[in-house]
């Protein structure tokens, strides 16, 4: 294989592979920050002490897919990182920030010696939780709508990021993140919480549903190739398949989250529920990294050097997929009121 083709290749196969880590990060992070955007609507110290026993073991491992993923676009596309972050630079910031928050409060909660400082670590989870997942949202929304490139950095202005659309996804992937926790609260859970929380599951699936109807349909609106790709036949065969599946996984998700002994299912249809919107995006955007005008290969790194990081990449994503399953399967099954972290 020529050097042009190695390059191809390994542009592809980097472009898929951030794509991946981007989506385990949306699920493993997206159900634990989903408790914290659920948090206001548990009131006694006990629900929300089980609430957070559910993920104390494994949410602190969840940023690791985040890291990769950022660190991976500075490696193997460094042209889209250095448009992208000056592009996003205020959402991203807020969203850093209310990981960091929302960490500490996580933490120090545990060890507040009063009433009032636990309560205040509290709003400080649900803050953080909040903007974390509105500014992740925004920070898709802006992307996807495009970003103004001159020549090879960043062309536009302050505020390009703000736009209705950008905070239509935000809202969405804040109702999203609480529709996956319900869902996981429910795979976690028994009892009087359970129920409560299947009824907040249902809420929150009507407002996931929605969301993700609106936000499909503005999209190819944004761009022409977006709406070619998605209208125009024959080209319109390729992702007719996803809003197919989107309908039937969301009448499954109905019918199965009051279904006891099958808690799992409902996480389970959720997260590939979030994987078909991950390739209905990939649809509309492919091959650009940067919408409208950078693909992957405008920004991708030289061959060797994505080749070289590629080994490495290939031998670390099993040893990362490798422990965080085996984390998971320690801490599998229900918890039981008074065990957890603490």
């Keep these: 294989m020529d050097g042009l083709g190695l390059s191809i290749d390994l542009t592809v196969a980097w472009a898929l592979l951030l794509a991946f880590a981007v989506y385990v990060y949306v699920v493993l992070d997206g159900f634990d920050l989903g408790i914290g955007i659920l948090y206001p609507f548990f009131r006694s110290k006990d629900e929300r002490d089980l609430m957070m026993n559910s993920v104390a073991p494994v949410w602190d491992g969840n940023e690791t897919w985040l890291v990769l993923g950022g660190g991976g676009l500075f490696a193997a596309f460094p042209l889209a990182y250095s448009i992208i ?4 630079y205020p959402p991203i910031v807020a969203m850093l920030l209310a990981l960091i928050f929302r960490g500490v409060a996580f933490e120090f909660r545990w060890k507040a010696a009063s009433a009032f400082s636990k309560r205040g670590w509290d709003v400080a989870f649900i803050g953080g939780s909040t903007v ?35 905070m239509l996804t935000g809202v969405a992937v804040v109702l999203g993140y609480a529709f996956m926790g319900a869902t996981w609260l429910n795979m976690k859970l028994t009892g009087d919480i359970q129920a409560k929380v299947r009824r907040f599951a249902r809420v929150f699936g009507i407002a996931t549903m929605v969301s993700i109807l609106l936000v499909s349909a503005w999209t190819p609106f944004l761009e022409q190739e977006y709406f070619l790709r998605w209208f125009s036949f024959p080209a319109a065969l390729v992702p ?36 078909l919107c991950f390739v209905g995006l990939g649809i509309s955007m492919w091959p650009h990294v940067i919408p409208p005008s950078v693909t992957i290969y405008d920004a991708a790194s030289p061959a060797k050097s994505q080749l070289f990081m590629f080994v490495g990449a290939i031998v670390l994503v099993p040893v990362i997929l490798g422990y965080t399953a085996y984390a998971y399967w320690v801490f599998r099954g229900k918890l039981q009121p008074g065990e957890g972290y603490h």
């Design 132 to 166: 974390a997942a509105l500014a992740q949202g925004i920070t898709l929304g802006a992307l996807l709508q495009g970003i103004e490139v001159s020549g090879r950095s960043y062309g536009g202005g302050w505020w390009d990021w703000l736009t209705p659309f950008s």
């Design 240 to 275: 007719a398949p996803v809003p197919l599946l989107v309908a039937f996984i969301a009448w499954r998700l109905w019918t199965t989250i009051d279904r006891d002994g099958r808690d799992w299912v409902p996480f389970v249809l959720t997260c590939a529920l979030f994987g």
């Design 85 to 88: 972050l000056p592009a996003l």
